[in-house]
């Protein structure tokens, strides 16, 4: 199965701070997939990167996915309160026919603090 | 516009009473899931639809079943709730499988 792992598990910064959060997985990736969750609630998708090399941005966070496509970053510049959440990556996994899962990282919690 | 709703947001059943929980969605895509997260853990697949075609994980428990009577919604069936079953449960939607999947707000299932 295809495991993902997050780093760092959690991390506390100031406002207006930037910050890099990493995705690892040990298979070759083929669709990965940066959802933000807040406490209660349910995942909001942000980006979603397939090509080696490939960057997406939106407003102030930038994803990247490594020419190798093993490993993801997520950067948000100049951090504010309303960035604070868990951030999941998740990776596409062929299942068979026309079915695919997505498997979670356990997520990284951002706190912003004013 | 929230496009794919979940009701209720919060559930409290008695253990051992069957429970239902539904999702809707007004985006028309083909693929259903539903999903168990506790607390501090990612996201777990239970079972997903792609249209009428049920895929079950292997590791979801026999207690656990599903239905999709049309495209726009889906409902999740606990039979016999255990104090192991309480979680968010959350649903999704996508075009198709290896395309990015929509939640909802999820449903938060106490068992008392």
């Known amino acids: 199965s295809q495991e993902l792992e997050q780093s760092p598990q959690s991390l506390i910064v100031q406002e207006g701070k930037n910050l890099t959060i990493n995705c690892t997985s040990s298979?070759?990736?083929?669709?990965l997939y940066w959802y933000k969750q807040k406490y209660g609630e349910g995942l909001i998708f942000l980006m979603m990167?397939?090509?080696?090399?490939e960057e997406k941005s939106h407003e102030k966070i930038t994803a990247k996915l490594d020419e190798k496509k093993q490993q993801s970053s997520l950067h948000i510049t100049a951090s504010q309160p309303s960035h604070a959440g868990i951030y999941l990556c998740?990776?596409?996994?062929?299942?068979?026919?026309?079915?695919?899962?997505?498997?979670f990282g356990k997520g990284t919690l951002l706190t912003v603090n004013p | 516009d929230a496009m794919v709703i979940q009701n209720p947001r919060y559930q409290v059943t008695q253990f051992g009473k069957p429970v239902t929980l539904s999702c809707s969605q007004t985006?028309?895509?083909?693929?259903m899931y539903w999903y168990q997260q506790k607390s501090s853990q990612a996201p777990k697949l239970l079972f997903h639809?792609?249209?009428?075609?049920?895929?079950n994980e292997a590791d979801t428990p026999d207690n656990f079943q599903s239905r999709r009577p049309n495209t726009s919604f889906c409902f999740l069936d606990i039979r016999s709730p255990g104090l192991g079953d309480a979680a968010m449960y959350l649903c999704?939607?996508?075009?198709?499988?290896?395309?990015?999947?929509?939640f909802g707000d999820g449903t938060r299932l106490s068992i008392l």
């Open positions: 999704a939607t996508s075009v198709q499988g290896n395309q990015p999947q929509h």
């Open positions: 298979k070759t990736l083929y669709g």
């Open positions: 990167l397939q090509k080696g090399g």
């Open positions: 998740g990776a596409d996994r062929y299942s068979g026919g026309s079915n695919y899962k997505l498997t």
């Open positions: 985006l028309n895509h083909n693929v």
């Open positions: 639809y792609y249209d009428k075609d049920f895929n």
